[in-house]
């Protein structure tokens, strides 16, 4: 690839970039009006596409576009006495004024237009699909990351498993105690009921305690507790002492 | 008797016109010309212009929340103006939003002497026109309009039909005769001359 086949597509210039030095060199086109940078990202881009570096290529590119800077900063700054020499004070003068009258004119045309559309805010209409205004940002209270965490932490964890245990319980038949403390009331008087129970199950001992009840209702016992949760003292009724005393008296 | 269809609301043909041309105006994104109505109602454009007289007295400002107005060489709806401040909170406008002055410069400069290039802008404002050009082409207020004569001629742009909406203009002849702005061209001259005066040129 050699720079003079290079096409480009600039904004003062579209074609070949031997075409584009041609018109520079005839003064046919302003080289003022040519990003060079455009030109070297062109280059660039080409040299990028064939993959290969081209020595000789890039040699004749770098020349000839070190020839088109050159020539485009003297344009930047001309000489100023070649230029004097064509206008004189008043011409000069004159075409600046010219200029000048341009601009001003440009500015109040732009004036006129900021009126304009100050007096036309208040027209609203459709323009294809009508962008929606921003709604109002909503800024959320601050809140605790490690509030998060933990709420996520909680969250996170393996729940407990559920206990099928009570589908198998069997209550203990109620009359088994009965008869134990009928035969404990009968030898000892008295006996502590926390005590007799210490070594039994959860289930037995709520049997054993429906069994307590039990004789309490039918008078065979008498129950004490000190204080609530205090161990419970159980001893013979008054009606069963007496009964007894009675059986003992008559034999 | 049984065969008689009741009608309770008989339209006259320009009443009928009427409401073919205001589903049209409601459905378009953009102001329809006269012909492009009566083409599509299917009647003359004298037809149409009639049907939009009377739209034009229905919609009149002040009358409704809907304005017809006549804009960028033909009709199209509008908001009505007492309804703006609520059209505000909804809608955004970004098509004139924030003008710079670089950029109202650029754009009078392509309304009176377009189709011109770049260049031509930059020549007339002294200073690049690159970026206020984009940006101008990004909001659909220029546009390309084909390129200078020649071999490797520049980009011209053009103003666009929504520059013309966004300004209310009905057409670009509504902009001030360039020749009627910027002042005393004697004055600019005077001063230049008393500057040059003083530096003994």
């Known amino acids: 690839m050699y720079a003079h086949d290079l096409e480009l597509d600039l904004d003062a210039f579209e074609g070949p970039f031997d075409l584009l030095l041609t018109l520079v060199l005839r003064d046919e086109l302003p080289l003022a009006d040519v990003d060079v940078a455009e030109i070297v990202v062109a280059f660039c881009e080409r040299l990028l596409e064939r993959g290969a570096l081209d020595?000789?290529?890039?040699?004749?590119?770098?020349v000839l576009?070190?020839?088109?800077?050159?020539?485009?900063a003297r344009g930047l700054f001309p000489d100023e006495d070649a230029d004097g020499s064509e206008l004189g004070p008043e011409e000069a003068a004159e075409e600046l004024a010219r200029r000048l009258e341009e601009y001003r004119r440009i500015r109040e045309a732009a004036d006129w237009l900021a009126d304009r559309l100050e007096r036309q805010s208040d027209r609203y209409f459709r323009l294809g699909p009508a962008p929606l205004a921003p709604r109002p940002e909503r800024r959320p209270p601050a809140q605790d990351q490690q509030a998060l965490v933990h709420a996520l932490r909680t969250l996170a964890a393996e729940p407990p498993g559920v206990s099928v245990a009570h589908m198998a319980l069997r209550f203990p038949p109620v009359e088994r105690f009965l008869e134990r403390f009928r035969a404990l009331v009968r030898k000892r008087r008295a006996f502590l009921f926390d005590v007799e129970v210490r070594e039994l199950s959860r289930i037995e001992q709520a049997a054993a305690f429906l069994a307590l009840l039990e004789l309490r209702k039918?008078?065979?016992?008498?129950?004490?507790?000190a204080a609530p949760f205090g161990p419970i003292r159980v001893s013979r009724s008054r009606v069963e002492r007496s009964q007894e005393w009675k059986t003992v008296t008559s034999a | 008797m049984e065969d008689r269809h009741l009608r309770l609301i008989v339209a006259s043909p320009l009443d009928r016109l009427g409401r073919t041309l205001e589903a049209l105006?409601?459905?378009?994104?953009?102001?329809?010309?006269?012909?492009?109505?009566?083409?599509?109602?299917?009647?003359d454009p004298s037809e149409a212009e009639a049907g939009l007289e009377l739209l034009a007295?229905?919609?009149?400002?002040?009358?409704?929340?809907?304005?017809?107005?006549?804009?960028?060489?033909?009709?199209?709806?509008?908001?009505s103006r007492e309804e703006a401040e609520a059209c505000e909170r909804l809608f955004e406008r970004p098509a004139e939003r924030g003008l710079s002055q670089a950029a109202l410069e650029t754009l009078a400069v392509v309304a009176y002497t377009g189709p011109c290039s770049r260049p031509e802008i930059a020549h007339v404002r002294g200073v690049a026109a690159d970026s206020v050009v984009a940006g101008l082409v990004e909001r659909g207020l220029i546009s390309e309009a084909g390129r200078e004569a020649g071999a490797?001629?520049?980009?011209?742009?053009?103003?666009t039909p929504l520059f013309e909406r966004v300004f209310g203009l009905e057409s670009l002849s509504e902009l001030p005769r360039l020749d009627d702005l910027g002042g005393d061209s004697e004055e600019i001259r005077a001063r230049l001359e008393a500057v040059a005066d003083s530096r003994g040129v």
């Not at chain 1, 290529?57 to 770098?62: D, I, Q, R, V």
């Not at chain 1, 039918?218 to 507790?225: F, M």
């Not at chain 2, 378009?28 to 009647?43: F, N, T």
């Not at chain 2, 006549?70 to 908001?79: C, I, N, S, T």
């Open chain 1, 55 to 62: 020595l000789e290529a890039c040699g004749e590119f770098l």
């Open chain 2, 152 to 159: 490797g001629g520049a980009v011209r742009y053009r103003t």
């Open chain 2, 25 to 43: 105006l409601i459905v378009a994104s953009q102001p329809l010309s006269v012909e492009e109505l009566a083409q599509a109602s299917g009647v």
């Open chain 1, 218 to 225: 039918s008078n065979e016992v008498a129950l004490d507790q």
């Open chain 1, 65 to 72: 576009v070190g020839g088109l800077l050159e020539l485009k």
């Open chain 2, 57 to 79: 007295e229905r919609y009149a400002e002040g009358r409704s929340g809907i304005v017809l107005e006549r804009v960028a060489g033909g009709y199209a709806f509008r908001a």
